[in-house]
């Protein structure tokens, strides 16, 4: 069992950046592949980025390419989701997701995702 807690969302304005962190407890994060998705109102919730247990492998998604990045810290049991250059496109209620099935390759698909956080705003103010 693992408990996900994201943190760092809030009001900025369009160009601007933020730093999502989604600290983990009750497991080891190594243990798991790590992925970000977002839900706007009224949309089905999507992929972000996502990340394997090592950071060997990261995938972004492409209307999020070159302006987020997704990394970890394992020995500190977080991931952490860069975002720059935000969009109004960009507000949703970020998530972050873990699942041992993505160690080793990134899943896009949320339904692959066991193990949820509760989520953090983003608004991008234009």
């Known amino acids: 069992q693992v408990q996900l807690v994201e943190s760092g969302g809030g009001l900025v304005q369009a160009g601007g950046s933020l730093r999502l962190s989604c600290a983990a407890s009750?497991?080891?994060?190594?243990?798991?592949?790590m992925g970000w998705f977002r839900q706007a109102p009224g949309k089905e919730r999507e992929f972000v980025a996502g990340?394997?247990?090592?950071?060997?492998?990261?995938y972004h998604a492409d209307s999020v390419k070159g302006r987020f990045t997704i990394s970890r810290d394992n020995a500190k049991n977080t991931v952490y989701l860069q975002m720059n250059s935000l969009k109004p496109e960009d507000t949703a209620v970020y998530y972050c997701?873990?699942?041992?099935?993505?160690?080793?390759?990134?899943?896009?698909?949320?339904?692959?995702?066991?193990?949820w956080g509760q989520g953090t705003q983003v608004t991008v103010s234009s």
């Open positions: 990340i394997t247990w090592s950071a060997g492998s990261t």
């Open positions: 009750g497991s080891t994060l190594s243990s798991f592949g």
């Open positions: 997701a873990a699942d041992a099935g993505a160690r080793w390759r990134v899943v896009r698909d949320p339904t692959r995702y066991r193990y």
